[in-house]
């Protein structure tokens, strides 16, 4: 039951901080995102250590704190509402399935999957971000996800960044999440990364309702970089 408990002994501590103020770093630097210190790092430490993977890897503990810290800052703002939170590392190469889908009410990875950058952003592996419309680049930084719909893509998601001058342009920019055949094993086994999109965080087409129906409307999306931190 520890799993369970976890996570509501965080939110309670958070409660407690809400007349503190976070401590923030580079906010307005591209290549930095803020670090909120609103937890012991044990408590973190332990959710991470709980973490029900299923059959899945699980993701890099530094990425996953990031996450969580951001994840329980926007729950506490309201500007995130749902018990779930999506982790991408863009540190890993795009032949690796570097996307996972948590339950945090659970503390269980429902998914973990292969997940495009954008074709400006770099080839096997993503260096360069943007916030620029046409620029074709990923956006770094945590998202509420958003609205359903059918586009050119099929099946797709809104995004809303939630970090100003890092991808508060998301929606503007039409960076959203929708199926690509070029997310696949196959393309990679052919080219030796994965394809690219224009920005946006693609997924293989046989994943892609499931997973977004898991995450849609107001749930926290975090893209992971090592020197964004």
């Given amino acids: 039951m520890i799993y369970r408990i976890l996570p509501l002994i965080l939110f309670v501590f958070l409660s407690f ?10 906010t307005n630097s591209a290549k930095a995102t803020t670090t909120y210190l609103y937890a012991p790092n044990t408590l973190f430490e332990s959710i991470y250590n709980n973490l029900n993977a299923n059959t899945y890897r ?18 506490e703002k ?8 999506t982790l991408i590392d863009f540190s890993l190469s795009s032949t690796e399935k570097r996307m996972w889908v948590i339950d945090l009410k659970n503390n269980t990875i429902l998914f973990q999957s292969l997940v495009a950058h954008g074709r400006n952003s770099g080839n ?17 930084g945590f998202y509420a996800t958003g609205e359903t719909y059918i586009g050119k893509h ?7 960044g939630l970090e100003k001058g890092v991808n508060d342009n998301a929606r503007k920019r039409a960076i959203v999440i929708h199926g690509a ?16 999109s224009f920005g946006c965080p693609s997924l293989p087409e046989e994943d892609t309702k499931e997973i977004i129906d898991q995450i ?9 970089y090592p020197s964004f931190s």
Avoid at 17 to 26: A, G, I, W
Wanted: glycine letters at 6%; hydrophobic letters at 25%.
């Fill in 17 to 26: 901080e809400t007349n503190s103020t976070p401590v923030p770093k580079n």
């Fill in 58 to 75: 699980l993701p890099n503990q530094i990425s996953f704190t990031k996450a969580l810290e951001g994840y329980y800052k926007w729950k």
């Fill in 78 to 85: 309201g500007l995130v509402q749902k018990d779930i939170l």
């Fill in 124 to 140: 096997e592996f993503a260096t360069q971000f943007s916030n620029t419309s046409e620029s074709h680049q990923s956006s770094l």
């Fill in 154 to 160: 099929g099946y797709s998601l809104r995004l809303d």
């Fill in 181 to 196: 055949s070029y997310v696949s094993k196959n393309f990679i086994n052919k080219n030796g990364r994965l394809g690219r």
């Fill in 216 to 224: 849609k409307e107001k749930s926290c999306l975090y893209i992971y």
